[in-house]
Each structure stands twice: as C-alpha cells, then as structure tokens.
C-alpha cells in the first residue's frame, strides 16, 4: 500500500462518488487531507470515513469556477498545514444535450467546471509546491469521453479532452521542479453523476456489464486506488499520461 504519512492532499468533489473514493484511498496511506466540494455539509460523511482511517481532515466550500474561491481553499489549507504535497482532481460536471439544441450557458458551464476549474486547482497547487521546493504530485480525473464519443455528451467530452491536454501540458512545465501530473480517463464508475445519464435498471445495467469485459462496473474506490498509486512514489517515474480504467470496455 502506497504510504502518504506526513503528506497533505487537497482532493475536490470530495462530496461525489470518485473524490470520496479518492480521499479515502489517500486516508488509508497516512495523508491529512483538505476536502473541497461546493456544498460544504455534503462532505462530511466522507469526512468522517476519512477520520476513522486516523487522518486530520478540514473541509471547505470551494466553487472552483470562481478564482478567489479556489485560492481561499488553497489558502486555507496552506495555513492549516504548511503546505500541499498532492492534489487529487475531481470536481466535474456533466447534463446531456445534443449540439443542436445546446444552451449556451451549459457549454460554458462544462468548460467552467471541468477544464478551467481544474486549471486554477492545480495551478494554485503548483504555485505553492514550486515556491516551497518540494516536489509533489497532481492526479487529475478527465473521462474515457475525452477519447471515445459519447451521445448528447459533446459539451462534457470536448471539456474532458482539455482536461486530458491540460495534464500534459501541467506535466511537462512541472516536471523539472519534481512535480509529476497525471490523469486518469474512468468509462462507467456507479456514482451520482451518472444515475441521471444512464439507466441503470437491471435490464439496462445488464447491457452495460455485458459490454464490459470483466464483466462488472467500476466503483470509486477502483478509482481511489489508481489516485493513490499515481500519486505515491511507486509511480515516480509517470508523468504527463492519462490512464483509462474502464474494466475493458473501450475494447468493445
Ligand atoms: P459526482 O457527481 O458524484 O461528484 C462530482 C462532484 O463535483 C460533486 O460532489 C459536485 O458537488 C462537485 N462539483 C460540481 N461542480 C463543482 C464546482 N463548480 N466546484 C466544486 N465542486 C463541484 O460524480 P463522480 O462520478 O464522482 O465524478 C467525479 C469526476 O469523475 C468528474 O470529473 C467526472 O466527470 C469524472 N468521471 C466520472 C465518471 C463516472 O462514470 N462516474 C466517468 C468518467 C469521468
């Protein structure tokens, strides 16, 4: 099991489905974590999975579509820590529509969220891991959609394909300071976000494991474990590439 003591992560969306699986899979290897969601209230319970694996946890409210949110949180925890050692990148969104009939407002808020919202995170990080000299590692979460097409999802997949452009352009800059920036690309993971996009009624589900080689669908903490391996010294040599864990389906 990757260790962390010692460390601190800021993990966003921690409220969601991925950023719970996240927080608690870095919980279990010893960080203190700072978790970031915008509804406060709606962290706690992983909050207090996360106290139970013997971290210290602070939680805030950040809208990482606003500037000055994102660098209050950041502030924050800097304050309450010293620094940030790892960032795990969650926060995202996502509402079904075809181009023909997409409100402008949804496009943008797709862009807010997922691509600049991540953007500010990790450059607010990054800007306290390189004047503090200490290396670090950023773990972002785009989408399978970013490389494969997925129906009504164009405003979510053209945002998740920035989000997979913007890792490698963060890990190429960062690199020479010893900050290492990887993403990683989940198909289909049971959480909130995708109860109203995909049916998940027995029928529908069965469809959606058939399509899938190994014959299940994948759970955040899949995903937690993957943050935690990419963002342990195991992984010190990757960087700059995004991962796809999808039990297959890509394939199909
Ligand atoms: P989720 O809905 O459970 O979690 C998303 C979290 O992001 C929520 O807690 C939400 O409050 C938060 N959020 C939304 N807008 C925000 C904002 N402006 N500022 C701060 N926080 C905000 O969904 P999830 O499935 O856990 O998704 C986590 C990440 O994984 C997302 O980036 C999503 O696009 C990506 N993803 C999910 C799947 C999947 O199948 N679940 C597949 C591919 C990629």
């Not at 181009?99 to 402008?104: A, E, G, H, R």
Request: aromatic share 4%.
């Amino acid at each position: 099991m990757p260790t962390f003591s010692g460390k601190t992560a800021i993990v966003s969306g921690a409220a969601g489905g991925i950023g719970g699986g996240a927080a608690l899979r870095l919980a279990e290897g010893g960080a203190d974590l700072a978790l970031f969601d915008l509804d406060e209230s709606a962290i706690e319970p992983t909050a207090e999975k996360c106290r139970a694996a013997g971290a210290e946890v602070l939680t805030a409210r950040v809208d990482q579509t606003d500037s000055a949110s994102v660098q209050q949180g950041i502030d924050r925890t800097v304050e309450h820590y010293g620094g940030v050692d790892i960032l795990s990148a969650n926060a995202g969104y996502c509402a079904l529509s075809t181009l023909l009939d997409q409100p402008l407002e949804e496009w943008n808020k797709h862009l807010a969220v997922n691509l600049t919202g991540t953007m500010l995170l990790a450059q607010g990080v990054a800007r306290n891991m390189v004047e503090r000299k200490s290396g670090g590692a950023i773990v972002i979460v785009s989408s399978g959609a970013a490389v494969q097409h997925v129906d009504q999802a164009s405003a979510y997949s053209v945002s998740k394909a920035g989000v997979k452009m913007l890792t490698e352009g963060l890990a190429s800059e960062l690199g020479p300071h010893r900050i290492r920036v990887n993403g990683i690309m989940p198909g289909l993971i049971e959480t909130g976000m995708v109860s109203p996009i995909f049916d998940l009624s027995s029928t529908s589900k069965a469809r959606l494991i058939a399509g899938t080689p190994v014959g299940h669908l994948g759970t955040p903490d899949d995903v937690g474990a993957l943050v935690a391996f990419l963002a342990s010294s195991d992984a010190r040599y990757i960087n700059g590439h995004s991962v796809m864990i999808d039990g297959g389906a890509l394939l199909h």
